[in-house]
Structure formats: structure tokens, C-alpha cells
């Protein structure tokens, strides 16, 4: 039990562009959701927390205007990078806290490369 | 505020000696601890975790780790080394009187492993 995906696992992609990325609870139902960014033999930074049905609360310095962050449903949450540029290429990962538990389970990541 | 402080980017253990990678938190409130393990390219999973209670805390994969409060610390043991364990390791601290609401990482430390 527990399961969160990501999707997609690696994603290449032209500067400007945006891309969207896809964090799911596969087996339970999950109000809040995080996004963390790791950047190359680095910690993870939580980027925000997005509680279904309202809107993301974002960490400083992380600009809400090119991460986009839809929380729609108790399963779905997705992060959307606008205009994306090769210093937003990174390890992106998901997070989900079960209702009720409080214990967060993290995806498997994205690896973004924006060239 | 809360932090968290690895002691060592790197460590290096032979195959069937003990592992000792090192965790010093600061914060305000009691606080609940976790040690997490990353393999390349993947999302983080969980090792074990305090939150009240017995002091001497067991994990998964033969991982234990100690909530010492007068030396702030929270180290992760293991008898054994095995090339499996491998790995990037992360401390984590949580807010107590928030239940698991954020993590705050630390910088992590490589766990390697040789014959």
C-alpha cells in the first residue's frame, strides 16, 4: 500500500517550452501533496505543499508563476513548468500524505533536461 | 526554525563492518525524525522514523537509529554493511505540534560500500 507515481521519469525538452509532470496516489487518498526539487548530489528543497481544492502554498524564493500547481483530486496533483530553461533542469519529486497518517510517501521522481 | 546537520558527504565502510552515518537537528518543538534512503535516480524510501516513545528506534534492512535529545542527535546504525546499502542517505525533521506537515532535509550522505 502507500504507492505514488510519477510520470513521466525522464523528460527532455526545448527551452521555452513547458512541461507538465504528474504525481498520482495509486492506493489512498491523499489531501496534501509536495514538491520537492533536487538538484545534482544535493538535499531535496520542498518547493510547496498543495492541499486538493485550493490553492498551492509556495516555499520563498520558488516562483509561482513558472511552477504551476494543480492539486484537482485526492489522487492527482501536477506541476506544470512554464517557459522552462536549462537552469530548471532537475530531479523533480512528489510526495503524498496519507489523510489521517500524516506519513508522506515520495514518488519515484522526474528528471527534467531542458536543452 | 528547524535544521538539519549531516556530519560527512561521504562514507566509506567495507562490506560487513558497522555503518554510523550522523544526524544533529535543531528545533524549537519536539521533534519527529526520519532517515531516508535514495538509490540513483529514484524517490526516496522510508528507513524508519521517531516520533514518541522508545528512544532506540528499528528500521528496515537491519537500520536502527538512536533519538539521543540531550546531544540533539539522531544517528543511523547498522551491525553490518552489505553492498546493497549502498546508497544516499537522508535525516529529515518534522514539526511535532504540526504533525508531518513539512520536511526539512539535510544535505545527505553517500553511503559506499566495498568489498
Known amino acids: 500500500g502507500a504507492v505514488v507515481s510519477q510520470h513521466p521519469s525522464r523528460v527532455i525538452c526545448k527551452s521555452g517550452t513547458s512541461v507538465k509532470i504528474e504525481c498520482r496516489s495509486l492506493?489512498?487518498?491523499?489531501?496534501?501533496m509536495f514538491w520537492y526539487r533536487q538538484f545534482p548530489k544535493k538535499s531535496l528543497m520542498l518547493m510547496a505543499t498543495s492541499n486538493e481544492g485550493s490553492k498551492a502554498t509556495y516555499e520563498q524564493g520558488v516562483e509561482k508563476d513558472k511552477f504551476l500547481i494543480n492539486h484537482a483530486s485526492l489522487t492527482l496533483s501536477t506541476l506544470t513548468v512554464t517557459s522552462a530553461h536549462p537552469e530548471d533542469s532537475s530531479f523533480y519529486i512528489c510526495s503524498a500524505r496519507v489523510a489521517g497518517v500524516g506519513e508522506q510517501f515520495f514518488g519515484p521522481g522526474t528528471r527534467l533536461t531542458v536543452l | 526554525a528547524q535544521s538539519v546537520t549531516q556530519l560527512g558527504s561521504h562514507v566509506s565502510v567495507s562490506e560487513g563492518a558497522l555503518v554510523l552515518l550522523r544526524c544533529n537537528y535543531s528545533?524549537?518543538?519536539?521533534?519527529?525524525l526520519f532517515w531516508y534512503v535514495q538509490y540513483p535516480n529514484q524517490g526516496l524510501q522510508l528507513l524508519l522514523k521517531?516520533?514518541?516513545?522508545?528512544?532506540l528506534v528499528k528500521g528496515i534492512n537491519g537500520f536502527e537509529a538512536e533519538f539521543k535529545k540531550s546531544e540533539t542527535s539522531f544517528h543511523l546504525t547498522k551491525p553490518s554493511a552489505h553492498m546493497s546499502d549502498a546508497a544516499e542517505y537522508f535525516c529529515a525533521v518534522s514539526k511535532m505540534n504540526s504533525g508531518y506537515s513539512t520536511l526539512t532535509f539535510g544535505k545527505g550522505t553517500m553511503l559506499l560500500v566495498s568489498p
Open positions: 492506493d489512498f487518498q491523499a489531501t496534501t
Open positions: 521517531y516520533t514518541t516513545g522508545a528512544t
Open positions: 528545533s524549537s518543538v519536539p521533534p519527529y
